[in-house]
């Protein structure tokens, strides 16, 4: 018995250890199969600011950057605003003729930006108080009535009151 108590004490103290030195690369990795969703609202219009490369996009009242990813925002040949990456193409809907590069979400469309967050949190040290820290995520799922799907991700840094994309996945329709 005495055995099987020692081996728990050890285990304990390790798994700790291991949790404050890599809790947020266990975090990080945990998050990229499933988070916690905060709330989530429908996406009204969509713009985008900057030179093609880069830039912001502008989903209704939220600012969420195209960096660092080499993502190109622009038109395409039949007057849509459009997203382009790794070589697939994802329109939008419909250019504005009052805005350069801004359109609204398509009736039939399924447009959502969620705020999620992950499930697992990490000790920090601030000084002499211990903070739970967990990353916040942006996820905007659009999904047209052709089939076609788009998904994108980013983090967001509070302290810098700054977001980061992650992840862009372009699906094309069902042939």
Excluded at 1 to 6: A, G, V
Excluded at 67 to 96: E, I, W
Aim: glycine share 6%.
């Amino acid at each position: 018995m005495r055995r099987i108590l020692i081996i728990l004490l050890i285990l304990s103290v390790t798994m700790s250890i291991l949790w404050i030195f890599a809790g947020r690369q266990i975090s990080q990795f945990v998050d990229q199969f499933k988070m916690a969703k905060v709330e989530s609202y429908a996406i009204h219009s969509i713009a985008y600011e900057g030179t093609g490369d880069g830039g912001t996009l502008l989903i209704d009242d939220h600012r969420l950057t195209l960096n660092p990813t080499n993502a190109h925002v622009g038109s395409t040949k039949d007057n849509q605003l459009a997203l382009a990456y790794a070589g697939k193409v994802f329109a939008f809907g419909p250019l504005r003729s009052s805005e350069s590069l801004a359109a609204d979400a398509e009736s039939g469309d399924t447009a959502l930006l969620a705020l999620q967050r992950s499930y697992l949190r990490w000790p920090s040290f601030d000084g002499s108080r211990l903070n739970w820290n967990g990353p916040n995520y942006y996820r905007l799922a659009w999904n047209k009535q052709t089939g076609a799907k788009l998904e994108m991700i980013w983090s967001i840094d509070d302290q810098k009151n700054a977001t980061s994309l992650i992840r862009i996945e372009i699906s094309s329709a069902a042939r």
